[in-house]
């Protein structure tokens, strides 16, 4: 279904999902930072910065807790977090580098084991997408297959309209429930032109190449030029949309304590690290080439693709400069 909201509208939608008690998480300043964060009220929502961090907080959040115990004597009491109780949620103004990403983990936390603590929270929440028109050095969307313009992952997709106001398409039973229970703010489509869409400058990736070299190239030099220079501080996993590594802790003392799911990443020392004292990534180059491997190779071959979609964020961020769309590239000359 195609038709037309006002930016008036859209904030309306948002302010009244609110007064409902839905929990709308969308771009917003934080402490002077971008993030996807849960409005108190519309006029909190950026439209056009990338968030710093992705969405995929909002599903799997940096750290949970997933049960918690007690004891009393030899009485030991443990208590499940209910994941029925996560509220209903709208995430709006997503880009399409963050939600292409969200199939990206579905199928991760649905494959061999039923994440209930992700999928309920996806069950319950509605995407709607928002077409990018600004792009820069470090965006490659376009070189791993998508666009700005990539509905993949949302329910609902906006594109910004010359003269203001979005077009809307719908993509899923969701988009279409959001639109037809809040009509009397869409309308139809007056036929204005998009805003222009962003232009990353990347050129396309040949993936297949790249997959092919990584196949035969576990053991390589590349690797030690690659990433030596990588200092393992896990910024790269913690800002990308499909990385989706978490460990498990207990937290506590011997009569009370949670378990706790926190974020982890490939990158750190002790990701690999055994009991026996063995680590079999004992180098920060092999920990690096384990991040590349999973993105354009291990990734491809479970679920047929890369979870990269080229957001950039570990390009932006990384403390000494490692840019991984650089790498693909270099890989693909090979
Ligand atoms: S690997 Fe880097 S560019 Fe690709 S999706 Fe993750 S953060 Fe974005
Ligand atoms: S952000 Fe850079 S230095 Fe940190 S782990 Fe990733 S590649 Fe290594």
């Given at each position: 279904m195609q038709t037309y909201i006002t930016q008036q509208n859209l904030n309306t939608l948002l302010d009244k999902l609110i007064a409902e008690g839905k929990r709308v998480v969308a771009p917003r300043i934080s402490a002077g930072t971008p993030l996807y964060e849960p409005l108190k009220?519309?006029?909190?929502?950026?439209?056009d910065q990338l968030p710093?961090?992705?969405?995929?907080e909002a599903f799997f959040p940096v750290c949970e807790d997933i049960m918690s115990y007690e004891k009393e004597g030899q009485q030991i009491t443990l208590k499940d977090i209910d994941p029925a109780a996560f509220p209903e949620t709208v995430l709006v103004g997503v880009h399409p580098c963050d939600a292409a990403a969200i199939p990206v983990l579905d199928a991760v936390f649905s494959w061999?084991?039923?994440d209930e603590f992700f999928l309920e929270r996806r069950k319950k929440t509605t995407i709607i997408g928002l077409a990018c028109t600004q792009s820069d050095?470090?965006?490659?969307c376009t070189a791993v297959?998508?666009?700005?313009?990539e509905p993949k992952g949302s329910d609902l997709f906006l594109t910004p309209l010359e003269g203001g106001g979005y077009n809307c398409a719908t993509y899923s039973d969701k988009g279409e429930a959001l639109v037809a229970g809040n009509n009397e703010l869409f309308s139809e489509p007056g036929g204005a032109k998009p805003l222009p869409l962003a232009e990353p400058q990347t050129a396309k990736f040949d993936l297949k190449k790249v997959k092919a070299w990584l196949d035969e190239h576990f053991?390589?030099?590349?690797w030690d030029s690659i990433a030596?220079?990588?200092?393992?501080?896990?910024a790269c996993a913690f800002v990308c949309p499909a990385c989706h590594c978490f460990d498990i802790v207990d937290e506590g003392t011997e009569k009370a304590g949670k378990r706790r799911k926190s974020w982890d990443a490939?990158?750190?020392?002790?990701?690999?690290?055994?009991?026996?004292?063995?680590?079999?990534?004992?180098?920060q180059p092999k920990r690096y080439r384990n991040r590349i491997m999973h993105k354009f190779k291990y990734y491809d071959d479970k679920?047929?693709?890369?979870?990269?979609?080229?957001?950039g964020r570990c390009i932006r961020l990384c403390p000494v400069g490692i840019d991984i769309a650089a790498i693909v590239e270099e890989i693909s000359k090979k």
């Open positions: 009220n519309s006029g909190e929502m950026v439209m710093r961090r992705s969405a995929k061999d084991y039923r050095d470090a965006c490659f297959g998508l666009s700005p313009a053991e390589d030099p590349a030596t220079r990588c200092v393992g501080c896990g490939c990158g750190f020392w002790k990701f690999t690290h055994h009991a026996s004292g063995h680590n079999p990534r004992d180098m679920f047929g693709q890369t979870p990269c979609t080229g957001c």
